[in-house]
């Protein structure tokens, strides 16, 4: 760790190189985490764990209103987890029992569903676990799936897409026996950092400038990670591993390290990939995860590197010393047994249509009242997905299917990618194509599927799923 004057020193390096890529803004900071106050990325804290047995996890998790300072002299009201803004990590352990203790000390409705959890439709989180003002909502389940950097959030009717906005989300890891034995960075805030991605606009007096009108989602100008505009993290000349989720409303990144520098993906929504993925740029869309490894060894000590997406800084990466390294990226990850169709294999077609609040799937929008499908538990189909294309209007659709892990079988736009081959649970449909994925649910109940986009999905891109 750094010593008090260095880290003093640090943090006036780090305003000044923070501030200098935004215009009007200075000492980017937020409360809500534990360096608040440096212009450094904000880490969200680890969620303790409140009970002793090592089988059985114990979480409480509250969602309550809060006041963020992104712009100094300013604050943003926000809402957070267990603070003022995003929430705690939760650590959770493959065949782990857990209990969650989630609270709402909001004035208004909420719910907090796990994205990517593999569980059954009544601890899902969705729109039928409402959680009332005051009320707390206990649901319990074993941990059953691969190591996975997943997340969660609210999913309610009519406030999913503000109450992101304001602040709701955090991240939830998922260990196993194979991320414990990979020689992989995998120590927590030290070379183990999740980027929860997000864009924001804000009003002159620092408030967030929320339209929920925007036609195809609320797209920010300010980019935020975990909280912190442009932040910037003092890394060792090491490999790091970033844990990257992209948690805007709206906003699709394509990431990039100084302007193209080669880094390796390691895991996708569901978890490792089979093998490490060697990249230049990293495109992903709303709900998405990916595990990459940046190697910072090749940099000079002293230099900043950005992340950027497109042209707009995401982040900075500032080179301090030169550390021993034990890590090491393998050549074989995890074992992903693919998932085997025939021509009986049922198919399913899922059309995402319109813009704005014109939005459905298949021609209908999303009613509570209605099951708009039924699944046997275990048998495996093909959903064909596709996004409209017209002359007035061409727009990609992020698609999320809740309480299960899927494969992609092919893009009708091309050959699939290598870093597409894992567990994905949101897939990106770019206008006009078909994505055709294989999805089997392991858990009963309904499930959500909707586009990620969470205006669309507020205005009724969404339908439901039984799985008997
Ligand atoms: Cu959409």
């Known amino acids: 760790m750094m010593s008090k004057k260095h880290k003093y020193i640090y943090i006036l390096l780090s305003a000044i190189i923070a501030t200098a890529a935004i215009p009007g803004c200075s000492d980017i900071r937020n409360t809500a985490f534990e360096e608040a106050e440096t212009a450094g990325l904000p880490v969200p804290a680890l969620l303790e764990d409140s009970n002793s047995d090592p089988e059985v996890a114990d979480y409480e998790l509250t969602a309550q209103f809060g006041s963020?300072?992104?712009?100094?002299?300013?604050?943003?009201?926000?809402?957070?987890?267990?603070?003022?803004?995003?929430?705690?990590?939760?650590?959770?352990?493959?065949?782990?029992?857990?209990?969650?203790?989630?609270?709402?000390?909001?004035?208004?409705?909420?719910?907090?569903?796990w994205h990517g959890l593999k569980v059954s439709g009544d601890k899902d989180g969705g729109p039928h676990q409402t959680i009332k003002p005051g009320e707390?909502?206990?649901?319990?389940?074993?941990?059953?799936?691969?190591?996975?950097?997943?997340?969660?959030?609210?999913?309610?009717?009519?406030?999913?897409?503000?109450?992101?906005?304001?602040?709701?989300?955090?991240?939830?890891?998922?260990?196993?026996?194979?991320?414990?034995?990979?020689?992989?960075?995998?120590?927590?805030?030290?070379?183990?950092?999740?980027?929860?991605?997000?864009?924001?606009?804000?009003?002159?007096?620092?408030?967030?400038?929320?339209?929920?009108?925007?036609?195809?989602?609320?797209?920010?100008?300010?980019?935020?990670?975990?909280?912190?505009i442009a932040p910037t993290l003092e890394v060792s000349q090491v490999k790091m591993r970033f844990r990257i989720i992209n948690g805007a409303n709206a906003s699709n990144f394509n990431l990039t390290v100084d302007d193209g520098a080669q880094f390796h993906q390691i895991a996708s929504d569901g978890g490792f990939l089979e093998s490490p993925v060697l990249e230049k740029s990293l495109f992903i869309s709303p709900g998405e995860r990916a595990e990459i490894i940046v190697d910072f060894s090749r940099f000079e000590k002293g230099q900043t590197v950005a992340m950027k997406s497109g042209d707009s800084d995401v982040m900075y990466f500032r080179i301090a010393d030169s550390q021993k390294d034990d890590t090491i990226i393998p050549d074989e990850l995890a074992e992903i047994e693919r998932m085997k169709i025939d021509s009986?294999?049922?198919?399913?077609?899922?059309?995402?249509?319109?813009?704005?609040?014109?939005?459905?799937?298949?021609?209908?929008?999303?009613?509570?009242?209605?099951?708009?499908?039924?699944?046997?538990?275990?048998?495996?189909?093909?959903?064909?997905?596709?996004?409209?294309?017209?002359?007035?209007?061409?727009?990609?659709?992020?698609?999320?299917?809740?309480?299960?892990?899927?494969?992609?079988?092919?893009?009708?736009?091309?050959?699939?990618?290598?870093?597409?081959?894992?567990?994905?649970?949101?897939?990106?449909?770019?206008?006009?194509?078909?994505?055709?994925?294989?999805?089997?649910?392991?858990?009963?109940?309904?499930?959500?599927?909707?586009?990620h986009i969470l205006e669309h999905e507020e205005a009724g891109m969404m339908g439901q799923i039984r799985v008997k």
């Open 68 to 113: 963020s300072t992104f712009f100094e002299d300013k604050k943003t009201q926000t809402m957070g987890y267990n603070g003022n803004f995003l929430g705690p990590v939760v650590i959770v352990k493959r065949g782990e029992q857990v209990n969650m203790h989630v609270k709402n000390d909001l004035d208004e409705d909420t719910s907090v569903h």
């Open 344 to 451: 009986s294999t049922p198919v399913k077609r899922i059309e995402l249509d319109g813009m704005g609040h014109m939005v459905a799937i298949n021609g209908r929008k999303f009613d509570m009242e209605r099951i708009d499908d039924v699944v046997e538990l275990g048998v495996i189909e093909v959903w064909e997905i596709t996004s409209a294309a017209s002359m007035m209007h061409s727009m990609g659709h992020p698609f999320h299917i809740h309480g299960v892990q899927f494969q992609i079988l092919s893009r009708s736009s091309g050959q699939l990618s290598s870093n597409e081959l894992g567990w994905k649970d949101t897939v990106f449909v770019a206008p006009g194509e078909i994505v055709k994925i294989m999805v089997q649910f392991e858990e009963k109940g309904i499930f959500m599927y909707h586009c």
């Open 136 to 228: 707390i909502w206990e649901p319990s389940f074993v941990i059953n799936q691969p190591a996975a950097t997943l997340w969660f959030h609210p999913h309610v009717i009519g406030s999913t897409a503000s109450q992101v906005y304001y602040g709701l989300a955090g991240v939830m890891i998922v260990e196993d026996d194979v991320s414990e034995e990979l020689d992989l960075p995998k120590t927590y805030g030290v070379d183990d950092i999740p980027l929860i991605l997000q864009d924001r606009s804000f009003n002159s007096d620092g408030s967030f400038n929320y339209n929920s009108n925007m036609m195809d989602g609320a797209v920010g100008d300010t980019i935020i990670v975990n909280g912190a």
